[in-house]
């Protein structure tokens, strides 16, 4: 089974909904990052959060590490087309970690205008 | 802005004939990675140098091999590519080896014929 699991695997919402991305660890997270990637493109930066209940927003996408640290959320508020790629969850599992991000498999989202 | 760039964008190689890619940073950061992303998959951590020290994880192919002559450039050697080595690879780096954010360059598309 994976360290790392995504839900949903993908995605398709209408321009203007809300969606959440789920990221689920078997082991303590000590960091965990959410990424965004275009087709065929690098890995954009979007969020990274470390405490237990911390929330994070930028623009209209929120991220949330649940309390015991082994899942995270992503919301995304009245979706627009931008919105549309693969969401990757990368996760720190251990605090003496060299740095090594285990990924999810991702989650690919459509936007329909 | 300061980014990190990898050149080239796509690549293509003949089955058995080396390739390197390349990978430069203006962050000035301590650590660079190199991931495997293969189609649909997650990125796949190969190896990565905290300065000069090389870190090669456990089940990287003996056939991929890495150099970091400076701060600001690192490469990856395929000493003889076969069809399953054709991937993205992506660079990353951070600023420390702990729980830090790594930021990614646009990634290198490699093609084996």
């Known amino acids: 089974s994976q360290e790392l699991e995504q839900s949903p695997q993908s995605l398709i919402v209408q321009e203007g909904k809300n969606l959440t991305i789920n990221c689920t660890s078997s082991k303590t997270l000590y960091g965990l990052y959410w990424y965004k990637q275009k087709y065929g493109e690098g890995l954009i930066f979007l969020m990274m959060l470390q405490k237990g209940g911390e929330e994070k927003s930028h623009e209209k996408i929120t991220a949330k590490l649940d309390e015991k640290k082994q899942q995270s959320s992503l919301h995304i508020t009245a979706s627009q087309p931008s919105h549309a790629g693969i969401y990757l969850c990368?996760?720190?599992?251990?605090?003496?970690?060299?740095?090594?991000?285990?990924f999810g498999q991702g989650t690919t989202l459509q936007v329909k205008p | 802005d300061a980014m990190v760039i990898q050149n080239p964008r796509y690549q293509v190689t003949q089955f058995g004939k080396p390739v390197t890619l390349s990978c430069s940073q203006t962050l000035n950061h301590n650590v660079m990675y190199w991931y495997q992303q293969k189609s649909s998959q997650a990125p796949k951590l190969l190896f990565h140098?905290?300065?000069?020290?090389?870190?090669n994880e456990a089940d990287t192919p003996d056939n991929f091999q890495s150099r970091r002559p400076n701060t600001s450039f690192c490469f990856l050697d395929i000493r003889s590519p076969g069809l399953g080595d054709a991937a993205m690879y992506l660079c990353?780096?951070?600023?420390?080896?702990?729980?830090?954010?790594?930021?990614f360059g646009p990634g290198t598309r490699l093609l084996v014929l």
């Open positions: 140098y905290y300065d000069k020290d090389f870190n």
């Open positions: 990353a780096t951070s600023r420390g080896q702990m729980v830090e954010t790594q930021y």
């Open positions: 990368g996760a720190v599992h251990g605090s003496g970690n060299t740095g090594k991000l285990i």
